[in-house]
């Protein structure tokens, strides 16, 4: 968990008499608010020093509750049941994570959803977040004018509770988004507002959950909105109740069941310690300067789940107890290959095969015909902001994920403008995750045209809108005209699942049975595995097999088994499998006899396996078997069950190597302790890791592996910055290792199509044990599509649990170990070699001076520099020098550059002059 800066709050001490709240509310004016003026307003009196904060807070928090706005009576008793429960715990304050209104927020509709807590409201209590309802689905201000109205408060503002005991922050998360690499323009208001509170506890709300398990899924683009000064976030939008604690450590919960239905779960996020949607109901929260307790309390006054928060000696929020964490498994199927290559309709053609245009209130759609084409024409968005056409795939075609996939568009514009796709990605977790927009240009308007869009790590859960998979979004009310969808696998041909001996099962592995005991190890310098003799039986062994069902399940339908093996003696084996036509478990397939002369070298041999079943029917639920008669020995390092016959398996690729994946992009990425370029660790459950530091700087510390053998580290490439392929890059890993061992990369390889194929190992020496060092590997044909687990693109592995700790990597187009061409032209660098001036420490720059010369019989140089360092620009600057001259550039380094120089390490940067690149090495010395 992360350490906060003592200043981050003041250590409050209890006081001896509770603050009287009469009067402590003045509301401000909310008339003319705009949406996207930055700063926190102020609502309530500030922290008075000279009295005492109160004991104890007693505030209830509800969310996405306005159902009465639906004039229907039977959904207002559903609010009015949770209104009247939290009345029942006579709260001081009742706050709420948006939705506060479920419709379009019309007056009539918001006056009717606030009437059973208006007189919280006319009291000054009542202290709610809006949402997306509450805006009346537009980030206008006008479409939220009701909601100020009746609910008394401004579109973002901040309370101080209790004389500091409670700070309530609403940044206006439902309209303040992040992009990834802008922030929004509340942001440095925001964050000055938290990392100033002197409050005690310091609650934020924003009503699109960060992270959620239900509908919605994760909205990265709120996470802005998770600071370390803030004890707990709260959320609305997915109508279910959760506790998250997010792999950094902090506290999220979504109360979204306070009167309007509830709606699914799926597989719970990262960090879900609870979830619940089968009860309406609200939190209940107990607040005294020295704890908070959480109560999930259930219509009829069951508490469900609670936990207690409170602050260590350093000022972070720290979970004291909590009760039974459920962090649930998830039962949605999960296929690796979805059912069906490919859906589509044809609207001109009248053909639909596993896609289907579904009808929704903010989806309207007619059939039309359209330039002399049937189509499907979208409508005006009645609820505001872009016209959209959900889809929903038939869950027989297409379920679970990810997925490799793109989408082809056949569409017609009669004016300019652009579109998209918003899917599940399951690498992100995000139901709604923007795929790369459609531009129409002038010159194409009026005449149908056919994009293809790339969509990485798709999932088909119908988590959208109506069970819908995704949806077309086109900007601006555009009135885009459909003709035809078609959704298809990029993924090759066929499934194949793979075991490689030491390697993370693909798809197949071995299943521990009594009669087919097996062991790992080494044969001829390969990992194997080596079958034992079966204790029951001197006759036959047996090697049991499993196909992950995601891979393979059901049939009939062909299949071939290839091996790779070491015979250790003459004889012969055969697999049994079910064999679906004839209706038997243990089928024999044709047995494979081993000759003498192939004792002893490596040999692949191809087992055809017709009408094959995979149900998990043999013992152990295996679904087929390695038969060894007289229980011959077997040493396996690869065996391979695939759907595709390896007898028309197209020849290894040309020199122009596999086809591109659609969508491909190539730019270098890099992680840095406190420092990421594009390249991210990710948390899974064989990959743990933590960052520490010591006198050298920060690194990550890879941690033991508690799920099986050897050490992982899961790494995720932007898919923005780096995706598709196959690319050839090289990986550069900084590293060191407080032991002898050894570790490799394993990546996702475009040729073999492993999706864990190792590269040569890097050892770890006796003379190099507790030393930085740096590895560098070569990757000829690597892929990024999130295949690894936990939607990571590779991951270092340490074998025997190798405590790998790593201070730098960078994933890059170029050999590092080749020097760039240097500048030939007439301005160059003098110095190859320089030195920083170095703060020892504070906020203070380094420096470091690059002296330029121009050598030229013309009267000037005159040229753009650009310097760099880790793919990140450190200064660009049009730079003019007079002939015979030189000119001094000074740099100053901040962030990871600063750092790494700060500890004692030297630093390479890359120069460009014009179109040639320089590097230069930065030595540092004290300043």
């Not at 659609?662 to 370029?677: F, K, T």
């Not at 995720?716 to 570790?743: I, K, Q």
Request: aromatic share 8%.
């Amino acid at each position: 968990m992360r350490v906060t800066p003592v200043p981050r709050r003041l250590a409050a001490a209890a006081a001896a008499a509770a603050v009287t709240l009469t009067g402590l509310i003045t509301l401000a004016p909310t008339a003319n608010a705009a949406v996207d003026a930055p700063g926190l307003e102020l609502l309530t009196s500030d922290i008075d020093p000279a009295q005492p904060r109160a004991d104890v807070l007693r505030v209830a928090v509800v969310s996405d509750f306005g159902a009465c706005g639906y004039g229907i009576p039977a959904k207002c008793a559903d609010q009015n049941a949770v209104a009247d429960m939290i009345h029942s715990w006579n709260p001081d304050f009742i706050l709420t994570g948006g939705d506060n209104n479920q419709q379009q927020a019309t007056e009539e509709q918001v006056r009717l959803s606030a009437e059973p807590y208006m007189a919280d409201i006319e009291a000054g209590k009542f202290f709610p977040i809006f949402g997306n309802h509450d805006f009346g689905n537009t980030c206008d201000a006008v479409g939220a004018q009701y909601s100020m109205q009746y609910f008394k408060v401004p579109l973002s503002y901040r309370a101080v509770l209790g004389n500091g005991l409670l700070e309530w922050v609403n940044p206006n998360g439902a309209c303040q988004t992040s992009n990834g690499t802008r922030m929004p323009a509340i942001y440095d208001d925001y964050l000055a507002t938290v990392q100033n509170s002197q409050a005690s506890w310091v609650l934020t709300g924003v009503h699109q959950p960060p992270y959620s398990s239900g509908v919605s899924g994760n909205n990265i683009n709120r996470r802005w909105a998770i600071q370390p000064q803030v004890d707990l976030l709260i959320s609305g939008h997915d109508h279910h109740t959760e506790h998250i604690i997010t792999p950094d450590g902090d506290n999220l919960v979504l109360t979204g069941n306070g009167g309007d239905g509830t709606t699914r779960l799926f597989t719970p996020t990262t960090g879900s310690q609870w979830r619940d949607n089968r009860h309406l109901g609200a939190m209940r929260l107990t607040i005294t300067p020295e704890t908070l307790r959480a109560e999930f309390v259930a219509l009829g006054g069951e508490t469900q789940y609670e936990f207690t928060l409170g602050h260590d000696d350093a000022g972070d929020t720290i979970v004291l107890d909590q009760s039974e964490v459920d962090p649930g498994e998830g039962t949605d199927p999960n296929p690796a290959v979805p059912a069906k290559r490919e859906v589509s309709f044809d609207i001109a053609a009248g053909t639909s095969d596993g896609l289907t245009a579904v009808q929704y209130p903010d989806g309207p759609w007619t059939q039309a015909e359209v330039d002399g084409r049937r189509a499907i024409q979208l409508q005006t968005n009645p609820m505001g902001g872009a016209n959209q056409l959900y889809l929903q795939v038939d869950d027989a075609a297409m379920s679970g994920g990810p997925f490799g996939m793109a989408a082809e568009v056949t569409y017609r514009s009669p004016v300019a403008g652009s579109f998209n796709l918003q899917y599940e990605n399951a690498a992100i977790g995000e139901a709604y995750s923007p795929a790369t927009p459609v531009a129409i240009a002038g010159s194409q308007v009026g005449t149908w045209q056919t994009a293809t869009i790339p969509l990485p790590a798709a999932a088909f859960n119908n988590r959208q809108n109506g069970g819908s998979d995704l949806r077309l979004t086109a900007a601006a009310n555009l009135p885009l005209a459909i003709s035809a969808i078609t959704i298809r696998s990029t993924a090759p041909a066929g499934v194949t699942a793979r075991m490689v001996a030491g390697q993370e099962p693909d798809g197949l592995a071995p299943v521990e049975y009594s009669s087919g005991p097996f062991t790992w190890g080494v044969a001829d310098g390969r990992q194997v595995l080596q079958t034992q003799p079966n204790p029951e039986s001197t006759t036959s062994g047996n090697l049991y097999m499993a196909v992950d069902d995601r891979y393979l399940s059901g049939g009939p339908q062909r299949a071939w088994l290839v091996l790779t093996y070491l015979p250790q003696s003459a004889g012969r084996f055969q697999v049994q499998y079910e064999n679906a036509a004839v209706g038997t478990t243990y089928y024999n397939a044709t047995a494979v006899e081993v000759t003498a002369d192939q004792v002893g070298t490596w040999q692949t041999t191809t087992v055809d396996l017709p009408d094959a079943a995979f149900n998990n029917r043999q013992n152990g639920a295996a679904d087929f078997r390695l038969r060894l008669p007289q229980n011959y020995p077997m040493a396996i390092a690869e065996m391979r069950l695939t759907t595709i016959d390896p007898a028309n398996t197209p020849d290894p690729p040309t020199e122009e190597g596999p086809p591109t994946i659609p969508g491909s992009v190539l730019n270098p990425v890099s992680w840095s302790a406190g420092r990421a370029g594009g390249l991210d660790p990710i948390a899974y459950e064989s990959g743990p890791f933590t960052l520490e530091s010591d006198d050298t700087g920060g690194y990550l510390q890879v941690q033991r592996n508690t799920i099986n053998s050897g050490n992982n580290l899961y790494l995720t490439a932007d898919d923005a910055m780096l995706y598709g392929g196959p690319h050839e890059v090289w990986f550069t890993v900084e590293y060191r290792s407080p032991v002898e061992g050894r570790f490799e990369l394993q990546y996702e390889d475009a040729v073999t199509g492993a999706a864990y194929l190792s590269t040569d190992p890097v050892t770890v020496t006796a003379g190099e044990v507790g030393v930085w060092k740096s590895a560098t590997w070569h990757l000829p044909a690597a892929q990024f599509q999130n295949r690894q687990n936990g939607g990571a693109d590779m991951r270092l592995r340490g074998a025997d649990n190798l405590p790998l700790q790593i201070r730098s990597m960078r994933i890059s187009p170029t050999d590092p170990a080749i020097t760039p061409p240097q500048p030939t032209g007439p301005m160059t660098i003098r110095d190859t070699g320089v030195t920083a001036r170095v703060p020892a420490k504070g906020n203070a720059v380094a420096q470091v001076v690059l002296t330029l010369q121009c050598s030229t019989d013309k009267p000037w140089c005159r040229e753009r520099v650009t310097v760099t360092y880790e793919g990140e620009t450190i200064d660009t600057k049009q730079v003019t020098i007079e002939a015979d001259a030189s000119r001094q550039l000074t740099l100053n380094f901040r962030g990871a550059a600063r750092e790494a120089l700060r500890a004692g390490a030297d630093i390479t940067l890359d120069v460009q002059i014009g179109d040639a690149t320089s590097r230069v090495t930065v030595t540092p010395s004290a300043g």
